[in-house]
Antibody
Framework: EVQLQESGPGLVKPSQSLSLTCSVT????????WGWIRKFPGNKMEWMGY???????SYNPSLKSRISITRDTSKNQFFLQLNSVTTEDTATYYC??????WGQGVMVTVSS | DIQVTQSPSSLLASLGERVTITCQTS??????LNWYQQKPGQAPMLLIY???SLQTGMTSRFSGQYSGRSFTLTITSLEPEDIANYFC?????????FGSGTKLEIK
């Protein structure tokens, strides 16, 4: 069974970078697409982007200048980096395999 | 971006009642819409994919239909374990976009 688990700091200071890891078990990240989604306070959700089985990426244009998704196939992990964060980036961050399997999410607060 | 309008935002229903949630998209997406159930502190669970297909392992009390740009999720007979937040996702074109969610509670 595919399982995904997000990890990373729960608190990030404004202007710094947010870095999260998604650890995948039960399935290789060299197949399919692997994405990041976030849910803001108030429940609005935003698809952030994905990294494909080949390592190519696609990002939401709203984030394009700040986001990077990378991977380590030897560890079966993929990563999110979001630069120059503000309080508006406070959200629960989820990783997912395409649109079917999701992690439980990790809450990240941007605050000084 | 494709806009997805979901209604209602919250729903009070009785056990055994039939419940319907709707998502309407701003442009045609064929059947490229999924429905999810999310309980507090848990990962979202895929219920329905490609608008009408029931995900393996999900109860047949859940069903999906669509006509044009309007998509519906139906729960035929509400059970206590169905209390959750439900949302839709269009995956026809990037950026993928979501409905705003429906909080389902017992009356």
């Amino acid at each position: 069974e595919v399982q995904l688990q997000e990890s990373g700091p729960g608190l990030v200071k404004p202007s710094q970078s947010l870095s999260l890891t998604c650890s995948v078990t039960g399935y290789s990240i060299t197949s399919n697409y692997w994405g990041w989604i976030r849910k803001f306070p108030g429940n609005k959700m935003e698809w952030m982007g994905y990294i494909s089985y080949s390592g190519s990426t696609s990002y939401n244009p709203s984030l394009k200048s700040r986001i990077s998704i990378t991977r380590d196939t030897s560890k079966n992990q993929f990563f999110l980096q979001l630069n120059s964060v503000t309080t508006e980036d406070t959200a629960t961050y989820y990783c997912a395999r395409e649109t079917d399997y999701w992690g439980q999410g990790v809450m990240v607060t941007v605050s000084s | 971006d494709i806009q997805v309008t979901q209604s209602p935002s919250s729903l009070l229903a009785s056990l055994g009642e039939r419940v319907t949630i709707t998502c309407q998209t701003s442009q045609s997406i064929s059947n490229n819409l999924n429905w999810y159930q999310q309980k507090p502190g848990q990962a979202p669970m895929l219920l329905i994919y490609y608008a009408t297909s029931l995900q393996t392992g999900m109860t047949s009390r859940f069903s999906g239909q669509y006509s044009g740009r309007s998509f519906t999720l139906t729960i035929t007979s509400l059970e206590p374990e169905d209390i959750a937040n439900y949302f839709c996702l269009q995956h026809y074109s990037a950026p993928l976009t979501f409905g705003s969610g429906t909080k389902l509670e017992i009356k």
